[in-house]
């Protein structure tokens, strides 16, 4: 194996020759990341998305509450996504809390974004009457956006890469070694954007799935929790946790993934007893 990754090498394809970085503009007293745009696009297209979604009959909040819901993910993700990292990737940055607001180095965590997503519904449902886990549901069809844009960020990072390989596509990362390596950014990209959306979207357009409250929100947790746990296995460990993985057979995304598709399944098996009427915001008769 090794001989064959050494040969692949040879000609391999290599990121520097892509013609893509991390810079999407500089103006010299002014910069402008790829991964700044991301999340950028991520929400922008998402907030696009969620409004097409609640305007369908039987939606569970009106276009104000999905003003504020863009606030509070925002705020969510962020907060969320920079501690979730910050405990589970790299705890030594706690002895110097500080730089636990240096967003600019780099270190978001998905699952602590989405856990920080989730509160944030969870306070707006709260405060408005509504139902959270409705509003789970159509959020759940926006994230793939994100996803999808955040990994081409990591990409063309350069960072994220994956194990030593010797398939065709293989690539050679600057920060990677000599050898050719999965672009396993782009897997995820592929899996949990690309793909996840589809599915959401044709349960979301194509079944009555919005009306059992929980199975949307499960399908995503357990679409995202396998495409992440089976990508991982392509995937190099972070430089710091490479000795957790050793001890414990599993990369950190994939203890952290387990708990979603967990909890995916329970939420989809138990969808249809949740089953509700609903009145729609468009039309006379009601939606069942």
Known sequence: MILDIAAAASGAIRFDDLGVGPVALDLGFFTLKWYSLAYLAGILIGYWYLLKLIAQPGSPMGRRHADDMIFYATLGIIIGGRLAYVIFYQPEILAHPLDIFKLWNGGMSFHGGAAGVSLGILYMARKEKLSWLRIHDYVACCVPFGLFFGRLANFVNGELWGKETDV????????????????????????????????????????????????????????YGIFRFGVEYVREADAQLMEFAARTGLHMGQWLCLPMILGGLYLIVTSKGRRARVEPIAGNASVS
Do not use: D, N
């Open 168 to 223: 065709p596509w293989g690539i050679i990362f600057p920060t990677g070694g000599p050898y050719p390596r999965h672009p396993s950014q782009l897997y995820e990209a592929a899996l949990e954007g690309l793909v996840l959306f589809a599915i959401l979207a044709f349960a979301f357009w194509r079944t009555r799935a919005r009306y059992q409250p929980g199975k949307l929100v499960g399908i995503f947790l357990l679409g």
